[in-house]
């Protein structure tokens, strides 16, 4: 049998392939390979290049610590990419097949993102900071005192940015040959994702709203005019694509602030929207890279999530009608086709094979791996069995998965660890996730779920949760507790739980209901509801969606789903995990969980990522996360059963911690 997933292993040796374009003329795809470089500890991003079925892999990429964004020029020739082999940021133009090294064609001193070849090759789109005070983005003097801070809108600042004022994301227009650059938005409000019109005369880009909470397409005339726009201001738009004539756009909308999309048709001619589904069954996919492709006048295809897995499907926006092209067990992301709509390419992420990319020929129905990055990885540390189950509560039907270690023995009992999702409508499915593969190879039985609330079940399943925060969605997930311990390898005295995030508050709220769980891991928890109100970034939005209205309309509803208010009764051993940087459910969430934990002669340990963000798990430093796989391996075997994890004392000292116990003794 192979060696466990370690903390090591799954930071320094794993490799994340993503973002993958496929060349105008389906023969090439350009990616991004994300790693870790185990000496300097610094993660790296380089573009790679292989052929349609995989063949003859090569890196682009040599300068700079993080290269990405690629995107193909209409010729396909070239690809203009971001790089931070300047300062900070700069967009380059690679030659491809000339040869050559690739050429910088502006830069600036925040990151770029969005970028977008104009049809005619002449011109990228893209978005940067842009900041009213510093328009020429001047370095301010060393011995400058920071400037004071003054404010009068309530988004003045975001996780993954902190402060961010009236600076805003922008759109620009930079000439490839000259360099020249020009901004086309100037609204105080954050644009992303530039497209551009098939006759070069607009760009439609997603304008947010209040952090994100809300968003309408701008279609803005690239040669100057008054720009439009699409979607009412209290909506949200997703994935959108122009049609190949440029007269029609398909968006993807949640017009209601439901957390779920329909599909919809915008008339540039008549200026006005007409809705073509009515609550699809799934989740239509709206990440950066994954815009829904025209594959003629009346079909567009588009990824869309169903039941935790991820599908294809194409829509007649003539007739309505859709069809599901494609369907499995895996979790994808992106969508990038070659100009004959032939080949998809996506990101893969699966339990059985790890991260990849993945091809779809339409052609053939085929859908398979053009990568192998971790194959050899997960020879040597297979991952873990897996098992997809149901629960039947009420009218739902709630959908769990399984994970076993690898050499489980049924003969014998092993501890139980509930991993809780976020959101609180986000959804759990078959995609590879670290922190569940390093407990399951290393001897827990860990179980996972979708309760109410999540998403990619549809509408109404989704809706479930406003409201009750701590009710049903809670019921669910011990209803999924209860049928694994119905199964004799289950050890019912050796449960742990752990969440981050929404999953971090049914963790706080768990511990403070059911003394059950013998150990918990509580990552950057929404504790106490009613001053989360006021501190998180968008909270006083995101609140009153899902809590009914702010604290002091409902300050018994907030009282009595606040796991603040059941903290005293907690006597579960907490590990809380959280980043100082996070704007979105603040670092005092978990300083007053900590607080009220160690009033109540709980053991607790609370553990500080200075500068670390809400994204923290996915975006920190590698040192970070991977202390964050020891300590979690290490609270749970120590409170449930185990080893300690080795070079867990390494780790200790740099980070800020605190801890106590019903002893008044710090862990070792």
């Not at 070239?78 to 910088?104: H, M, Q």
């Not at 915008?266 to 996919?285: C, G, H, I, Q, W």
């Not at 050796?494 to 918990?520: C, E, H, N, P």
């Amino acid at each position: 049998m192979g060696q466990p997933l370690t903390p090591e292993v799954l930071i320094y040796a794993w490799k994340q392939p993503g973002d993958p374009q496929v060349s105008p003329d389906g023969s090439r795809i350009v990616y991004t390979l994300t790693e870790v470089d185990p000496g300097a500890k610094k993660t790296t991003s380089h573009l790679w290049l292989c052929q349609i079925d995989g063949g003859q892999p090569r890196r682009l990429t040599w300068s700079g610590q993080r290269n990405g964004g690629a995107r193909w020029s209409p010729d396909g020739r070239s690809i203009a990419f971001v790089s931070d082999r300047v300062e900070k940021s700069g967009i380059f133009v690679l030659p491809l097949e000339e040869g050559g090294e690739a050429r910088e064609v502006t830069r600036h001193r925040q990151p770029i993102s969005g970028l977008a070849w104009s049809p005619d090759g002449r011109q990228i789109a893209y978005v940067t900071t842009f900041d009213p005070e510093n328009p020429n983005e001047e370095e301010p003097p060393k011995d400058m005192a920071p400037r004071v801070r003054v404010t009068r809108r309530i988004d003045y600042k975001q996780d993954g940015r902190g402060y961010v004022g009236d600076a805003r994301q922008q759109v620009f227009v930079v000439d490839v040959e000259s360099g020249e650059r020009r901004r086309l938005t100037d609204e105080p409000l954050d644009h992303e994702l530039p497209q551009w019109s098939p006759d070069g005369r607009w760009i439609a880009a997603r304008r947010l709203r209040l952090n994100g909470m809300f968003s309408q397409l701008v279609l803005v005339p690239v040669d100057g005019g008054e720009p439009r726009v699409v979607g009412p201001e209290t909506g949200v738009i997703g994935a959108w694509a122009w049609s190949p004539g440029g007269d029609r756009i398909l968006y993807a909308g949640d017009l209601e602030k439901s957390w779920h999309h329909d599909l919809f048709l915008y008339d540039l001619a008549s200026d006005t929207s007409r809705r073509l589904t009515d609550d699809l069954p799934y989740l239509v996919e709206v990440y950066a890279s994954s815009q829904p492709v025209w594959l003629d006048d009346e079909r567009v295809l588009f990824h869309a999530f169903r039941a935790g897995a991820s599908g294809l499907y194409r829509i007649d926006v003539t007739t309505r009608a859709v069809e599901q092209l494609e369907y499995g067990p895996s979790l994808r992301s992106g969508l990038s086709v070659d100009r004959a709509g032939r080949y998809v390419a996506q990101a893969f992420s699966s339990l059985d094979a790890g991260d990849e990319i993945s091809l779809f020929d339409r052609e053939t129905g085929e859908l398979r791996l053009v990568t192998s990055w971790n194959r050899a990885l997960l020879e040597e540390h297979p991952p873990a069995r897996w098992e997809r189950f149901e629960v039947r509560r009420d009218e739902f039907t709630i959908e769990a998965w399984l994970l076993f270690p690898p050499d489980f023995d049924p003969a014998k009992r092993y501890p139980l660890v509930l991993a809780i999702h976020g959101g609180p409508n986000a959804f759990y499915g078959y995609g590879f996730d670290p922190t569940r593969e390093l407990l399951a190879t290393s001897g827990f039985l860990v179980v996972y779920s979708n309760p109410r609330g999540s998403t990619s079940y549809g509408r109404r399943f989704a809706q479930q949760v406003r409201r009750d925060w701590g009710g049903q969605d809670y019921l669910d997930l011990m209803a999924v507790v209860d049928a694994v311990l119905e199964r004799p390898y289950a050890d019912p005295d050796r449960l742990g739980v752990w969440g981050y995030s929404y999953g971090g508050y049914m963790t706080a709220w768990i511990i403070g209901q059911t003394d059950r769980f013998k150990a918990a891991v509580c990552g950057a928890p929404a504790f106490d509801l009613e001053s989360m109100y006021g501190t998180s970034d968008i909270s006083h939005v995101f609140g009153e969606l899902q809590w009914g209205g702010p604290p002091h309309a409902e300050r018994e509803w907030y009282e009595a789903h606040s796991p603040s208010s059941f903290a005293h009764r907690a006597r579960t051993p907490t590990l809380i995990v959280h980043g100082e940087a996070d704007e979105r459910c603040p670092i005092g969430q978990g300083e007053q969980m900590f607080v009220a934990l160690v009033k109540a002669g709980c053991e607790a340990e609370f553990v500080r990522y200075p500068g670390g963000s809400h994204g923290m798990l996915r975006e920190g430093p590698p040192e970070h996360r991977q202390d964050f796989l020891v300590r979690i391996l290490d609270w749970f075997r120590s409170h449930l059963g185990g080893r300690a994890c080795t070079g867990r004392q390494s780790l200790v000292s740099p980070l800020a911690t605190a801890s106590a116990s019903t002893g008044g003794r710090t862990r070792e």
